[in-house]
T-cell receptor
Framework: TQLLEQSPQFLSIQEGENLTVYCNSS?????LQWYRQEPGEGPVLLVT?????EVKKLKRLTFQFGDARKDSSLHITAAQPGDTGLYLC???????????FGTGTRLKVLA | DAGVIQSPRHEVTEMGQEVTLRCKPI?????LFWYRQTMMRGLELLIY????????DSGMPEDRFSAKMPNASFSTLKIQPSEPRDSAVYFC????????????FGEGSWLTVV
C-alpha cells in the first residue's frame, strides 16, 4: 500500500515554464518533507512543512502543506534546466516512526 | 563532518551469491534506515533501527534479506542467495532524535545481480 501518491509521475517542460507537483495521502502526517534526487546520488532535503496550511518559499520553489496535513504541493516558477531531477515527498504518518517516501515525480526541464 | 557512508558503491554479482552491503551512520544519530530504490517501485523502506534495535522490518521482501546493527556506528544488509530481481540501489540513512525529521542519506550501493 502506497501511502503517498505523487502526480504527475513524469513531467517534461521547457525552460521558463511553471509547474506544480502534488503529493497526496489518505493519512495525516505530522510533517512532510520534499527532496530532490539527482542521478547517482541520494535524496537531498529541500524543505520541511509542519503546520497545516503552511507555505514555504525557497527561491523559485514554493511548498504548501494542506490544511488537513494530508497533502502537499511543490510549485516551481520559471523552471530552469538545473531543476531537472526526481522530486520526492516523504514523512511520518501520524503515530508512527516509519519514514516513507512518495512515488516520485521525474522532472526534465529542456533548455 | 562525515555523512552517511555506504560500501560498496557498486557491486555486480552472480545469482545465488551472498551480498553484504555496509553502512556507517552519522556519529550521534540514533535512527538508521535501509531503503531500496527501483524504477518500478520507487524508494521502499526495508527496515529501520533505533538505538541499534530493529523496530520495523515489515518492508524486508523475504527471508533472503537480513539486516543487523551490532553497534551504533555500523549496520549491514545481507542478501543470501541473491536474485536478479534484487538489482536496485540500496540506500542507508540516519537521523538523530531531536533534530526534527531531517534524515541524511548515503550515496547508495548500486547492486546488479546477473
Amino acid at each position: 500500500t502506497q501511502l503517498l501518491e505523487q502526480s504527475p509521475q513524469f513531467l517534461s517542460i521547457q525552460e521558463g515554464e511553471n509547474l506544480t507537483v502534488y503529493c497526496n495521502s489518505s493519512s495525516v502526517f505530522s510533517s512532510l518533507q520534499w527532496y530532490r534526487q539527482e542521478p547517482g546520488e541520494g535524496p537531498v532535503l529541500l524543505v520541511t512543512v509542519v503546520t497545516g496550511g503552511e507555505v514555504k518559499k525557497l527561491k523559485r520553489l514554493t511548498f504548501q502543506f494542506g490544511d488537513a496535513r494530508k497533502d502537499s504541493s511543490l510549485h516551481i516558477t520559471a523552471a530552469q534546466p538545473g531543476d531537472t531531477g526526481l522530486y520526492l515527498c516523504a514523512g511520518y504518518p501520524s503515530g508512527t516512526y516509519k519514514y516513507i517516501f512518495g512515488t516520485g515525480t521525474r522532472l526534465k526541464v529542456l533548455a | 563532518d562525515a555523512g552517511v557512508i555506504q560500501s560498496p558503491r557498486h557491486e555486480v554479482t552472480e545469482m545465488g551469491q551472498e551480498v553484504t552491503l555496509r553502512c556507517k551512520p552519522i556519529s550521534g544519530h540514533d535512527y538508521l534506515f535501509w531503503y531500496r530504490q527501483t524504477m518500478m517501485r520507487g524508494l521502499e523502506l526495508l527496515i529501520y533501527f533505533n538505538n541499534n534495535v530493529p523496530i520495523d522490518d515489515s518492508g524486508m521482501p523475504e527471508d533472503r534479506f537480513s539486516a543487523k546493527m551490532p553497534n551504533a556506528s555500523f549496520s549491514t544488509l545481507k542478501i543470501q542467495p541473491s536474485e536478479p530481481r534484487d538489482s536496485a540501489v540500496y540506500f542507508c540513512a540516519s537521523r538523530r532524535t531531536g533534530s526534527g525529521n531531517t534524515i541524511y542519506f548515503g550515496e547508495g550501493s548500486w547492486l546488479t545481480v546477473v
